[in-house]
């Protein structure tokens, strides 16, 4: 079985205060991210990740709307805690059995589906089981039935 969790490719960038781990397989290029905080993700500079772009509050937020936990963080210090504002929710490698499923539509991008999920095969048979999986919607994606990002480069509009 395939992990979410290859790791060759997965990216670590820190302030001192926070670590932001990115994982490119599981990046579907929604763009959230850097639509929302330009100054710290942007796919044009190299790294893309620019974390004195912004306070340590303004990239939680942002790392928390990626839609597919691409984007995640950690707190380097233990007793550095969130601000009470701050969600928490999505904190590397923290996991919450209880949570429903959750399924969202993404304007003109995938449906992407968080939970303990089991993909079944057309024969019956178990392909993979996952904590996060997103499907296409447009169509063309080249690694059926999950997006690989070509929406966006196809400009396929949902609605
Ligand atoms: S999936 Fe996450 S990391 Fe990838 S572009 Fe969207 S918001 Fe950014
Ligand atoms: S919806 Fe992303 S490749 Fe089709």
Not at 103 to 128: A, F, H, Q, T, Y
Request: charged share 30%.
């Amino acid at each position: 079985m395939s992990s979410d969790y290859t790791g060759k490719n997965d990216r670590e960038y820190s302030n001192g205060e926070i670590t932001v781990f990115w994982k490119p397989s599981k990046c579907i290029h929604v763009a959230t991210c850097y639509r929302e905080l330009i100054d710290v993700f942007n796919p044009a500079k190299r790294p893309w990740v620019n974390m004195n772009g912004a306070s340590t509050e303004e990239i939680i937020r942002v790392v928390n709307l990626c839609p597919t936990d691409a984007l995640t963080f950690r707190w380097n210090k233990e007793k550095s805690t969130p601000p009470e504002e701050v969600s928490s929710e999505k904190e590397h490698a923290n996991t919450d059995k209880d949570k429903p499923t959750e399924i969202k539509i993404m304007k003109d991008g995938p449906l992407v589906v968080k939970g303990n999920i089991k993909i079944i095969g057309s024969e019956g048979e178990e392909l993979r089981q996952m904590k996060m999986a997103s499907f296409c919607r447009c169509g063309k994606s080249g690694k059926m039935p999950f997006c690989d990002g070509t929406h966006r480069r196809i400009g396929f509009e949902s609605e």
